[in-house]
């Protein structure tokens, strides 16, 4: 089974700067979706950014980039010129290729913007 | 923009009560799919429909639990006699088809007490 982990349970940054959060899944398949998701305080899930395996150029887009390393199973969302609006929980997910279509979700990172 | 919508967004049950939870999908969305997360921890898959049968469920998704698409709109879930471990925020989602993202509705908070 598909697991995914994120390593850091809270996170926080000065406003305008650039944060990092971490994903590691691990899996057997080599096609597959990596996702990271926004969940604000109004806990509604949001899409943030998406990742196909099989593409090799890092998704974008706009504030929001990934680091997509295959080989090392690992999926790192990079927020640029951080906004209080940023702040949330944030959730890296994996969804297999192959036809099932359930998302299989990180334990999650909350992320502070400090003013 | 289209968006999935829940209702209602609290419900407060009585342990052994029967609950529904209501979803509308986008419309011209195939896959619907229910998920919970217990407060403080991670969403977690519960169950995918697809032309109008389960196509997958997790563990979770025990004989407590049903779903229906009752017309063309709404997409449904039943827990048939709530458990105090059963309060969690449950959210509902749907997607285009097998390969395109989910979109997530604002979830349903549900306390059984």
């Known amino acids: 089974a598909q697991t995914v982990t994120q390593s850091q349970p809270e996170m926080s940054v000065q406003e305008a700067e650039t944060v990092t959060l971490s994903c590691t899944y691990d899996t057997s398949e080599s096609d597959y979706y990596l996702f990271w998701y926004k969940q604000p305080p109004s806990r509604q899930m949001i899409l943030v950014i998406r990742?196909?395996?099989?593409?090799?150029q890092n998704a974008t887009e706009n504030r929001f980039s990934v680091n997509f390393q295959k080989a090392a199973k690992s999926f790192s969302l990079k927020i640029s010129d951080s906004q209080l609006g940023d702040a949330a929980m944030y959730f890296c997910?994996?969804?297999?290729?192959?036809?099932?279509?359930?998302?299989?979700f990180g334990q999650g990172t909350r992320l502070t913007i400090n003013p | 923009e289209p968006e999935v919508t829940q209702t209602p967004s609290h419900q407060v049950t009585q342990m052994g009560q029967e609950v529904i939870l209501r979803c509308v999908p986008i419309?011209?969305?195939?896959?619907f799919y229910w998920y919970r997360q217990i407060l403080g921890q991670k969403v977690e898959f519960l169950v995918s429909?697809?032309?109008?049968?389960?196509?997958?469920k997790s563990e979770i998704f025990d004989d407590q639990f049903s779903v229906e698409r009752p017309d063309g709109s709404n997409f449904t879930l039943k827990i048939r006699s709530t458990k105090l471990e059963d309060s969690a925020m449950y959210f509902c989602a749907s997607s285009e088809n097998s390969n395109t993202e989910a979109f997530f509705g604002q979830g349903t908070r549900l306390t059984v007490v």
């Open positions: 419309s011209n969305h195939l896959y």
């Open positions: 997910a994996y969804r297999s290729g192959r036809g099932a279509q359930k998302l299989v």
């Open positions: 990742q196909e395996a099989y593409k090799q």
């Open positions: 429909f697809y032309n109008n049968e389960i196509s997958e």
